[in-house]
């Protein structure tokens, strides 16, 4: 523990964003350049408590206070020694992770409006570690000690796919990874807005996966079977990208779209998007984070007006007595997209689509819900229309793609239609494993993150027969959030 009063004498700190009205000419990511002085301040806020919450609220057991300490004594190449000990891919945790690690910090139970009350600001001292880590070229490829001759099949690029890729290969097994897209990465790539997550991040992380030894077979849609045949071992990674639909009366005019019909051609193409706001009423469904990168593209393809809906009511912008500390609260957010422009409408249902003379969508009738007997009640008196020229879906995913490979496959499902497996995380095929949002529904990037680890350790010690896993196992694939 570097300053055993540091929480005491500095407040929580966070980098600035940069100006409205100059990020939304752009498509960089919005944050400001962090000073390494200030980084090393916000370290020293941690106490390193003598049971550290920090490590629950996080799946992959992020050692905190072990590289906060080092980062307060300006040891940063140990820090990130330590960071990468349980994290492939912090650079993508650091921006893209609600930090669940900060919601559990001890310094989170006292009231937020003192400086001692405020969580260590854990995220940012993680991305600020691993970019200087990038940096100095201290993050190079962690080649295997010897091959083993066995050949794996990861199909699927996203965070759980290229973890358990990136483990199997410095395990010495021969990992090839399947992915349907013209470049790996998948919704990490094309489904996450550039002002979130630069790719440039993920492009040096996967040269570094090439370059120890992963093979990227990309455009190619795994749909039998037999194109995995010859494989030692399988691991499922192809996520929850059956999205949730809105079947209400209009649903089937023209210019109402899935948000992921509408964010990988805009990261494609930014403001050149088949699917574009501009000049358009925009509608979005869903308050959650897709809900929020859709607003923050749309808000730079300069449209009419953007109206972001959701069916819950407005939370609290303090916890509620049925979230206490250490669980991640459900609370009142500004993400940059909506300290951006458009308006938040909460409590608020979609009853129809309706038409322009063209079979397009015109506007939105939605009304006032309240919730009664653990249901969304319309309020009456309260349905009004909205302008919408363009409507886009986000209210999340309900499972994997079941047709093609996984009924080929023939693996069985759970109760809640995700890939059944066992505590090994195997499906209930020998030799082909799940990890991710296929296996565990959908979820955040750091549970991604530590289930491809963790598949990786049972793939591991299933093809060479080990009494126990060699390789670390962040979580069972029972595991769930603080809650």
């Known amino acids: 523990m570097g300053d055993p009063k540091g929480f005491l004498k500095t407040a929580r700190e966070t980098p600035r964003r940069r100006p409205v009205d100059v990020r939304l000419g752009d498509w960089r990511e919005v944050y400001e350049p962090f000073a390494r002085e200030r980084a090393e301040r916000q370290a020293a806020r941690c106490m390193d408590c003598g049971i550290p919450f920090c490590h629950h609220g996080c799946p992959l057991g992020n050692l905190i206070p072990e590289w906060n300490d080092l980062v307060y004594r300006s040891d940063w190449a140990r820090a990130a020694d330590r960071l990468h000990a349980t994290n492939n891919f912090p650079e993508f945790t650091g921006r893209l992770c609600p930090a669940p690690c900060e919601a559990a910090c001890v310094l989170g139970i006292t009231a937020p409006s003192a400086s001692a009350g405020e969580p260590v600001t854990i995220k940012q001292v993680e991305v600020e570690i691993i970019d200087r880590a990038w940096a100095s070229g201290g993050v190079v490829p962690v080649l295997p000690a010897a091959l083993t001759g066995f050949s794996v099949a990861v199909v699927g690029s996203g965070p759980a796919g290229l973890a358990a890729a990136q483990q199997l290969t410095r395990a010495g097994h ?69 999205p949730r639909d809105l079947p209400v009366p209009g649903r089937d005019l023209a210019g109402i779209h899935q948000a992921m019909e509408y964010l990988p051609p805009a990261n494609r193409l930014g403001a050149a998007s088949p699917v574009t706001a501009a000049g358009k009423h925009v509608v979005i469904i869903g308050g959650g984070d897709t809900g929020a990168d859709c607003l923050g593209t749309a808000l730079r393809q300069d449209p009419r007006s953007v109206t972001q809906l959701e069916i819950m009511a407005k939370p609290p912008r303090t916890r509620a007595e049925n979230q206490p500390w250490p669980t991640y609260p459900m609370i009142y957010r500004v993400s940059s997209a909506h300290e951006e422009g458009g308006e938040r409408v909460y409590a608020a249902s979609t009853e129809e689509f309706l038409a322009d003379g063209a079979g397009a969508v015109r506007a939105l009738r939605l009304t006032e819900v309240s919730m009664s007997g653990g249901r969304f009640t319309p309020v009456p008196g309260t349905s009004r229309e909205i302008p919408c020229d363009l409507a886009l879906l986000a209210m999340g995913f309900t499972g994997a793609e079941r047709p093609g490979l996984l009924t080929d496959l023939g693996v069985e499902f759970d109760a809640r239609g995700n890939v059944l497996r066992s505590a090994s995380y195997e499906t209930t095929v020998p030799g082909v494993f799940v990890a991710g949002d296929m296996g565990r529904g959908q979820s955040l990037i750091v549970w991604a993150i530590a289930e491809g680890r963790s598949a990786a350790a049972h793939v591991d010690r299933y093809l060479r027969a080990l009494d126990r896993p060699a390789l670390p196992v962040a979580i069972p694939p029972t595991a769930r959030p603080l809650t």
């Open 174 to 242: 021969l990992v090839t990874v399947f992915e349907r897209d013209d470049r790996p990465g998948g919704l990490l790539r094309y489904g996450i807005p550039e002002f979130k997550m630069e790719k440039r991040h993920l492009d040096r992380r996967l040269a570094q996966m090439a370059a120890e030894g992963t093979v990227f077979s990309c455009g190619v849609a795994v749909e039998s079977a037999s194109q995995l045949a010859g494989f030692s071992a399988v691991v499922l990674a192809g996520g929850a990208r059956v």
